[in-house]
């Protein structure tokens, strides 16, 4: 099997695993940069992500511009990932969604922050994307444009996520796998927030301690969650050697 087929079969993976642990429902989208082609990427046509399949997989520009086989309407919100593709050289898998616990901290000034040393990889620092700032107040709320894509870029920056007012987020990762892992421990920090929110006063996580958490995280993590959540969406597991770099921890330090 090609490295091209291999990333293919992990997006659609990916896609499934996100719906399962809801993240996505219908709706909400995951794309990976192309692996020998930086300025394109590869994204399902637009089909719920608990159905789609490979040959649904569809290559675009990072101005959204489909190249080559076209089995279908791609989403109207690709730009989104082009944008920040384009703005981040870094990142290499993008996860937009409007996943439900996540929505309340984009329109209430709540802020978001971890609680959890599990969910550390969503930072410390979340900006909430307003489409009204730049887009005025007659939008549908989607980014449907390059234009619309870059401002949302700008507003996430450096970081791992930046939430959208009124819509949902958008996370980037290293990696399918990272980027997975990310949207899944967001949502449900966003669910757990939301519960202690009720209980009373809420000690976030410390900068140090976030930070920490980051900087111990290895593949190891990753693949210990990949694994798990390929067996519940009943797909094949392939398991990924992770060049951890200098500075990872070679043990698991989510315990
Ligand atoms: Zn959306």
Same mark, same amino acid.
């Given at each position: 099997?090609?490295?091209?087929?291999q990333?293919?079969?992990e997006?659609?993976?990916?896609? @499934?695993?996100?719906?399962?642990?809801?993240? +996505?429902?219908?709706f909400?989208?995951?794309? +990976?940069r192309?692996?020998?082609?930086?300025?394109? $990427?590869?994204?399902s046509?637009? @089909?719920?992500?608990?159905?789609l399949?490979?040959?649904?997989?569809?290559?675009?520009?990072?101005?959204?511009?489909?190249?080559?086989?076209e089995?279908?309407k791609?989403?109207?919100?690709? $730009?989104?990932?082009?944008?920040i593709?384009?703005?981040r050289?870094?990142?290499?898998?993008?996860?937009?969604?409007h996943?439900?616990? +996540?929505?309340?901290?984009?329109?209430?000034?709540?802020?978001?922050?971890?609680?959890?040393?599990m969910?550390?990889?969503?930072?410390?620092?979340?900006?909430?994307?307003d489409?009204?700032?730049?887009?005025?107040?007659?939008?549908?709320?989607l980014?449907?444009?390059?234009?619309?894509?870059?401002?949302?870029a700008?507003t996430?920056?450096? @970081?791992?996520?930046?939430?959208?007012?009124?819509?949902?987020?958008?996370v980037?990762?290293?990696?399918?796998?990272?980027?997975? $892992?990310?949207?899944?421990?967001?949502?449900?920090?966003?669910e757990?927030?939301?519960?202690?929110?009720q209980m009373?006063?809420?000690?976030?996580?410390h900068?140090?301690?976030?930070a920490?958490?980051?900087?111990?995280?290895?593949? $190891?993590t990753?693949?210990r969650?990949?694994e798990?959540w390929?067996?519940?969406?009943?797909?094949?597991?392939?398991?990924?050697?992770?060049?951890?770099g200098p500075?990872?921890?070679k043990?698991?330090?989510a315990?």
């Amino acid at each position: 099997m090609t490295d091209l087929a291999q990333l293919k079969e992990e997006l659609v993976t990916a896609n @499934r695993i996100l719906a399962h642990h809801h993240v +996505v429902d219908s709706f909400g989208h995951i794309s +990976v940069r192309h692996p020998t082609i930086p300025g394109h $990427f590869l994204m399902s046509r637009a @089909r719920a992500p608990g159905v789609l399949v490979e040959e649904d997989i569809m290559e675009f520009t990072l101005e959204g511009k489909i190249v080559g086989a076209e089995p279908g309407k791609p989403y109207s919100e690709r $730009f989104i990932h082009g944008a920040i593709l384009e703005a981040r050289p870094d990142a290499m898998c993008v996860v937009h969604n409007h996943s439900p616990n +996540v929505v309340p901290f984009t329109v209430t000034g709540r802020k978001m922050r971890p609680i959890m040393h599990m969910c550390a990889p969503i930072g410390t620092d979340i900006p909430n994307w307003d489409i009204a700032h730049k887009f005025g107040y007659e939008t549908n709320l989607l980014v449907t444009n390059m234009e619309m894509g870059r401002d949302l870029a700008k507003t996430l920056g450096h @970081r791992t996520v930046s939430l959208m007012r009124g819509h949902g987020s958008v996370v980037v990762g290293r990696s399918i796998r990272e980027t997975v $892992f990310t949207s899944i421990y967001m949502e449900a920090n966003a669910e757990m927030l939301i519960k202690a929110l009720q209980m009373g006063e809420v000690e976030y996580m410390h900068d140090g301690e976030v930070a920490a958490n980051t900087r111990g995280r290895a593949g $190891f993590t990753w693949e210990r969650g990949w694994e798990n959540w390929c067996r519940e969406v009943s797909r094949k597991y392939v398991a990924q050697t992770w060049d951890m770099g200098p500075g990872f921890s070679k043990t698991d330090p989510a315990g």
